[in-house]
């Protein structure tokens, strides 16, 4: 298969290079990545402006923009010289799960590539919590038993989007994938999951006054995250060992009944 990698930590990430050296074994793998950390930029890109993109080989790009933009723009640019038969996003640094998914560029790659009618995975690692020294090195996260995993499962991993709907003249998948493990070599299984409430105590932001002594620089940030789901959650998964497998509706989701009501 064709596949186009992209992430939200970077073309240098070890995540997505580690990715790419375990698929190219057997597929046919570009790379269209951000040119530096994008980490939290949802499903953000940028409109009316040039984008710097740049070739580290020859399918290795690097842009100058969001994941989203990745996605678009390898779509859409002429420099892949056909369409991928799917996206993966990943492997991210630190999990993508629950309701952090919202925010998580990884995750809103692989959504605009399902909405723009390619199948889409997202791919996410984080220490093991029994195991880590509490470092922040790369060598806590375990993203080749992830890669290994993808390699093995893609084809069943992709069916999981479900059917591609035509809508009008365009096209698009009903899903996309969200894949959490924790970094062990061997997992203990894999669980089907639903998102969980992720809750971050202490949130905060932090206003420092320039020089200038009108503007301020503005720091916004949270600690010790709370986990709030049931059994099926996908952070009892991946606590428990397991690679969870959380599939997610590309589209907003919308509550149909209030479509039978009339307001007031």
């Not at 919202?102 to 093991?128: H, M």
């Not at 503005?218 to 397991?242: H, L, M, Q």
């Amino acid at each position: 298969m064709k596949l186009l990698l992209t992430n939200d930590d970077g073309i240098d990430a070890p995540g997505i290079q580690t990715l790419a050296y375990v698929l190219r074994r057997e597929h046919e793998v570009w790379i269209v990545a951000p040119l530096r950390n994008k980490s939290g930029a949802s499903s953000s890109l940028n409109m009316l402006q040039n984008l710097y993109l740049e070739r580290r080989s020859d399918k290795d790009f690097a842009l100058d923009g969001t994941p989203v933009d990745c996605v678009l723009s390898a779509f859409t640019g002429g420099y892949l010289p056909s369409r991928p038969d799917a996206v993966i996003s990943g492997i991210n640094r630190g999990y993508n799960l629950g309701t952090d998914a919202v925010y998580s560029g990884t995750c809103g790659a692989a959504r605009q590539a399902s909405l723009t009618g390619i199948p889409g995975i997202a791919l996410s690692v984080d220490k093991n919590p029994f195991e880590s020294s509490g470092s922040a090195a790369d060598s806590e996260y375990n993203y080749a038993s992830l890669a290994e995993f993808a390699l093995k499962n893609l084809k069943n991993l992709l069916v999981l989007c479900g059917k591609i709907r035509n809508i009008d003249e365009g096209m698009n998948y009903e899903y996309f994938i969200n894949v959490n493990a924790p970094s062990i070599d061997s997992y203990k299984g894999v669980k089907f999951t639903k998102p969980c409430r992720r809750f971050y105590c202490g949130d905060h932001t932090v206003l420092t006054k320039e020089a200038d002594g009108k503007t301020y620089s503005c720091f916004v940030g949270g600690e010790n995250v709370r986990c709030y789901g049931d059994e099926f959650s996908d952070a009892k998964a991946v606590a428990d060992g397991n690679v969870s497998i959380s599939v997610l509706y590309a589209e907003p989701a919308v509550n149909t009944e209030f479509c039978k009501k009339t307001f007031c």
